[in-house]
């Protein structure tokens, strides 16, 4: 596997780890963008939960810029600052996603 994250299946608690590719499953949505570990192959992590699918990241195979974010986030964010980043970042996405040319 070895990718930098991983997301679930949407409505769903469990996904495969991004580095060892177990399921795991965390059993409840969250906005908790501590640090954590991946239960079967122990490698840092953050989870979380965003709309309907779980994410995890792996800041170290993470684009170094992403993993620096992902450090930041966790030392300078609380973690309402933490979802306020996402939702800026989800708008944004969406308006870049519209100014794109519709095929046909």
């Not at 992590?45 to 170290?60: G, I, R």
């Not at 620096?68 to 870049?96: G, P």
Request: net charge neutral.
């Amino acid at each position: 596997m070895s990718q930098w994250f991983s997301v679930s299946v949407p409505g769903r608690t469990n996904l495969l780890c991004a580095m060892c590719g177990n399921d795991v499953d965390l059993r409840s949505p969250s906005v908790d963008h501590d640090p954590s570990i991946c239960p079967a192959c122990k490698r840092d992590c953050v989870f979380f939960s965003w709309k309907s699918q779980m994410v995890q990241l792996v800041p170290e195979v993470a684009p170094p810029a992403m993993a620096a974010l992902i450090r930041w986030a966790q030392r300078e964010l609380q973690t309402f600052e933490f979802v306020e980043l996402l939702v800026s970042l989800d708008a944004l996405s969406k308006k870049l996603h519209d100014w794109l040319p519709r095929p046909g």
